[in-house]
């Protein structure tokens, strides 16, 4: 049997030779001088080296020590070589597969699947915010990494970005379940975790007599006439104001008097259909006069390739005396929301798909556009209509404007 004392004197020689210990344990010596502790075994019949690390780094009672735990191996009836190469394969597969690597492939997934640009640059950003666990493999994250990393977040009184952050983690983590790169979500189990944001509604004008001195307010706009118009139709139409900001003519039916906006502009990605009423088609005509060498309904002021910015809506509003507390672009789509529902006339269902609301059972939804079709092209000629009738409550409200927007 090998001592330290023994192999220290060991000499090299031209070509490298063993010297063993005891069951299986040798040391190889290298021309080099190098010291190479191996263990010897068989495993189903087959004979196997397995290499256990270098003297003196790995001592004599380190490397008894190691073929003895393989040895443990061997009679449980795993193979060591075999059960290193595949920790060494795990470490690496782990080294390769951070949340940071797992979640630009998954983003780069939402893209070829046709998601918004915004939705996209909302998850890159979300990616940002998780700095901390971005390195780290994904299959390794615990739920106390990711909480940490949640908290930082919600300390900074960004409640509703942290529960986006949880949701949009899970979806990584599900991802990675899916591509065999992880066995279990950790956000999963941090539901409750977090604070909950108080819910915020759009601001929005409800009262009729309100509405009314708003539709005069717009009426008497003198800014960019595509400005005023698209205030002016935003009100008949219930789109959100990006799908009304960045429509294309060729969105536009006048023959069937439809307008008909693509999958990739709508917030739950289906097709949506909105008929469109005489006071609608008359503001679209009135735009069409214009004859821009531009493909948008509403194109940059700038750039006749680009739609009209997401912010220009809400400047209007508030040059024409509305705070961000009183009325939004989007709260448009609140007050018909509202005074639809409390018309009483209209079916909720009705209601609901003119503002296209998602359906998450797609049979019902299939069946909701066909059963309340009818129903919502009257409903938006009586809309417009009364939407006139509130106008008419006054005379035209003319605004001093400080500029252009």
Known sequence: MLTATKIQALKPAAKPYKVP???????????????????????????????????????????????????????????????????????????????????????????????????????????????????????????????????????????????????????????????????????????????????????????????????????????????????????HVFLRPGELRQAKWGEIDFAEKVWRVPAERMKMKQPHTVPLSRQSLYLLNELRTLRKPSDFLFPSLYSPQRAMSDGTLNVALRRMGYGNDEMTSHGFRAMASTLLNESGLWHPDAIERALAHGEKDRVRAAYHRGTHWAERVRMAQWWSDHLDQLRAGGKVLKVKFRRRA
Do not use: C
């Open 21 to 235: 210990d005891a069951d299986g344990l040798f040391l190889l010596v290298q021309p080099s001088g190098a010291l190479l502790w191996r263990f010897r075994y068989k495993a189903h019949g087959i004979e196997r080296k397995l290499s256990l690390g270098s003297f003196p780094d790995v001592s004599l009672a380190q490397a008894r020590k190691k073929r003895d735990l393989a040895q443990g191996e061997i009679e449980d009836g795993q193979d060591p070589v075999e059960e290193k190469r595949q920790r060494k394969l795990k470490a690496e597969l782990a080294a390769r597969t951070t949340f940071k690597l797992v979640a630009e492939e998954y983003i780069q997934k939402m893209e070829r699947e046709g998601r918004s640009p915004a939705t996209l640059k909302k998850a890159r950003w979300f990616l940002e915010l998780l700095d901390k666990i971005a390195p780290r493999p994904i299959s390794e994250i615990t739920p106390h990494e990711l909480l940490d990393a949640l908290k930082r977040v919600e300390k900074r009184g960004h409640h509703e970005t942290a529960q986006r952050l949880r949701a949009f983690t899970g979806r990584i983590f599900r991802y990675a379940f899916a591509t065999l790169r992880a066995d279990r979500n950790p956000s999963d189990i941090l539901r409750g975790a977090l604070i909950s944001p108080r819910v915020k509604h759009h601001a929005a004008l409800i009262a009729p007599i309100k509405v009314g001195e708003l539709l005069r307010a717009i009426d008497g706009y003198d800014g960019r006439l595509e400005t005023r118009v698209a205030l002016q139709l935003i009100a």
